[in-house]
C-alpha cells in the first residue's frame, strides 16, 4: 500500500517532491503546507490540499512521512517536530546546517523509533551512476584522481540561498551533492581536506570553491562549484591505473581511452610553435582504444521506493545517518580550510 506524504514547503523542490509524488507508486500525496499562504493557493490551485498549519499536518494520523523542502536553517526545527510526531521524514539536502544539529535529528529519530534521511537525490545522476560503473567494472584499473565539477555562470542565485544565517552557498547547496558522490565512489578513509572558497558575486556566502580531498592510500578527489565560469570544464575527469574517462556535460555520455600498450616503438614527436615535444605526443588506436560508455539506467522514483521500504523494515535506507555524518563532517572541515588557508587532517571517518 502506498505511504501517505505531505510536503512541508512549496517552492520550487516541494513543487518537484509533489510532482513526483503524484506520479508515484510508492506515496500518495495527501497534501503541502507552506508558511506563505500565497503558495498555499497556488498549490490548491493546482488540486493539491493545502494544510492550514504545520501542527495541522503533524496531527493528521494518516501522515505516514514528510518531505522537508524549506531554507536549510529551517531543516532541523521542522524535521524533529515531525518525528516527535511519530512521522518519518526526509530533509531536503543539506540535511542540517552543522553536526551538532544533524546530531539532534538523528536522536530524534532514534528516541521516536522513526525513519530519518535525506533526500540526496543526485545519487540518481546518470554522469555519476556512469564514473561509478566505471569504477565497479575496473575496465581502466584503479581510479587514482577524480574531478568532478559543475559550472554556470550566473552567479548564485538571490534568494536565501545568498545569505549565511539561511544556511546559503555553494558548499552547502551544490557541493553536498558533489562530496556525497564522490564518497559513493572513493569509500577509502580520508585523510585530508583542503578548501579555498571564491567570492565574486557574494560576499556573505561562497558563491564557488575549490574543494581537494585526500584519502588515505594515496587516491584524491577534486571538487570544484563555480557560478561565474561562462566556459564549463568538464562535468566529471578521471585518471585510472589503466585509462582516462572524462563526461564533459551531465548530458553527454562517458568517454574512455584505455591503455593497451604502454611502450611506444616509435612516437612520432609533436612540433608545437617553439619546439618539439615526444612526451606530449599523442597516442593512436595501437596502443589505446577509445570508446563511449553506454548509459546507466537511473530512475529516481527509486529513493522514495527505497525509504518506503526501509519503514517498513525490508531494508536499510540508501542514505544512512553515517554517511550523512561524513558528508557534513567534511563540509564543515572545507569551512575551516576556507577560513584558516590551511590543509585540514581529518579525523571522522
Ligand atoms: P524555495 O525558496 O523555492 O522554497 C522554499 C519554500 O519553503 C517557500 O515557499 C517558503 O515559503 C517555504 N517555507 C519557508 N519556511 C517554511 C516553514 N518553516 N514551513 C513551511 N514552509 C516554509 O527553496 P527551494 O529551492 O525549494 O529549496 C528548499 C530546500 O530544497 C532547500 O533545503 C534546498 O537546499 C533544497 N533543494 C534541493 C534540491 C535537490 O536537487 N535535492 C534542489 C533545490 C533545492
Redesign the pocket.
Known amino acids: 500500500m502506498k505511504k501517505n506524504l505531505v510536503v512541508?514547503?512549496?517552492?520550487?523542490?516541494?513543487?518537484?517532491h509533489c510532482e513526483h509524488a503524484l506520479k508515484s507508486d510508492t506515496v500518495n500525496l495527501l497534501g503541502i503546507?507552506?508558511?506563505?499562504e500565497e503558495?498555499r493557493t497556488l498549490a490548491e490551485s493546482r488540486g493539491i490540499h493545502a494544510y492550514g498549519s504545520?501542527e495541522e499536518v503533524l496531527a493528521d494520523k494518516r501522515v505516514d512521512l514528510v518531505t522537508v523542502?524549506?531554507?536549510?536553517d529551517?531543516?532541523k526545527?521542522?524535521v524533529i517536530k515531525a518525528l516527535d510526531a511519530g512521522i518519518n521524514a526526509i530533509?531536503?539536502?543539506?540535511v542540517a546546517m552543522n553536526s551538532a544539529e544533524l546530531e539532534d535529528m538523528i536522536a530524534a529519530a532514534n528516541r521516536n523509533g522513526k525513519k530519518f534521511s535525506v533526500?540526496?537525490?543526485?545519487r540518481f545522476d546518470v554522469d555519476f551512476l556512469a564514473v561509478k560503473a566505471l569504477r565497479d567494472s575496473g575496465e581502466i584499473g584503479e581510479m587514482i584522481e577524480i574531478e568532478s565539477r559543475i559550472h554556470g555562470s550566473r552567479g548564485i542565485p538571490s534568494?536565501?540561498?545568498g545569505e549565511k544565517e539561511h544556511?546559503g552557498g555553494m558548499v552547502?547547496?551544490w557541493g553536498v551533492?558533489l562530496i556525497d558522490q564522490m564518497l559513493r565512489i572513493i569509500e577509502d578513509p580520508i585523510d585530508s581536506i583542503h578548501c579555498v572558497f571564491d567570492h565574486i558575486t557574494n560576499q556573505e556566502v561562497d558563491d564557488g570553491f575549490r574543494l581537494t580531498i585526500c584519502f588515505e592510500g594515496g587516491k584524491r578527489a577534486y571538487i570544484e562549484v563555480g557560478t561565474y565560469n561562462f566556459i564549463a570544464m568538464p562535468r566529471f575527469y578521471v585518471r585510472a591505473k589503466q585509462g582516462t574517462a572524462m563526461i564533459r556535460d551531465w548530458r553527454e555520455n562517458c568517454q574512455v581511452v584505455k591503455c593497451k600498450h604502454w611502450h611506444e616503438s616509435e612516437v612520432v614527436p609533436v612540433q608545437t610553435a617553439a619546439g618539439l615535444t615526444k612526451t606530449m605526443a599523442p597516442r593512436d588506436e595501437v596502443t589505446v582504444d577509445t570508446y563511449e560508455c553506454a548509459r546507466p539506467i537511473s530512475d529516481v522514483h527509486n529513493y522514495y521506493r527505497n525509504f518506503c521500504d526501509a519503514i517498513d523494515g525490508k531494508c536499510e535506507q540508501m542514505v544512512t545517518h553515517d554517511q550523512m555524518r561524513l558528508v557534513m563532517h567534511v563540509m564543515e572541515a572545507a569551512f575551516e580550510s576556507a577560513e584558516s588557508g590551511q590543509v585540514v587532517k581529518f579525523k571522522f571517518n
Open positions: 512541508i514547503g512549496y517552492g520550487g523542490m516541494g513543487g518537484w503546507y507552506d508558511i506563505k503558495r504545520l523542502a524549506i531554507p536549510n529551517s531543516h526545527e521542522v530533509s531536503e539536502k543539506p533526500h540526496q537525490n543526485r534568494d536565501w540561498r544556511g552547502l547547496d551533492h
